[in-house]
């Protein structure tokens, strides 16, 4: 079965930096697009950023454009979130997700994915 796993969360101080990685198996990586989300109490989950299968194209909230890069490595079967610049805003349960079909568009809804990891915590204090 599909499985995805985050790392890469912690505790960091304003304006410094994180990468979370996503390590996927069970699905053939390289035809998948893949997003990025994430979710603090009482809110819905909040889409952050996204990449094309092909890997040449992503997508960003507009909170995070310009601060945060998605990347994958297909050899891995990894997808990337580097986030720089972080802001006490940017802390939350960070997830990454896929489609239930390969060969995808970009997506920014939570409900066009259907594979979830369990989830990564990125503190962020001021």
């Known amino acids: 079965q599909v499985q995805l796993v985050e790392s890469g969360g912690g505790l960091v101080q304003a304006g410094g930096s994180l990468r979370l990685s996503c390590a996927s198996s069970?699905?053939?990586?390289?035809?998948?697009?893949m997003g990025w989300f994430r979710q603090t109490p009482g809110k819905e989950r909040e889409f952050v950023a996204t990449?094309?299968?092909?890997?040449?194209?992503?997508y960003y909230a507009d909170s995070v454009k310009g601060r945060f890069t998605i990347s994958r490595d297909n050899a891995k079967n990894t997808v990337y979130l580097q986030m720089n610049s972080l802001k006490p805003e940017d802390t939350a349960v960070y997830y990454c997700a896929a489609p239930k079909r390969a060969y995808s568009g970009l997506y920014t809804g939570t409900n066009l994915y259907d594979y979830w990891g369990q989830g990564t915590q990125v503190t962020v204090s001021s």
């Open positions: 069970g699905l053939t990586f390289s035809t998948y697009t």
């Open positions: 990449i094309l299968w092909s890997g040449g194209i992503t």
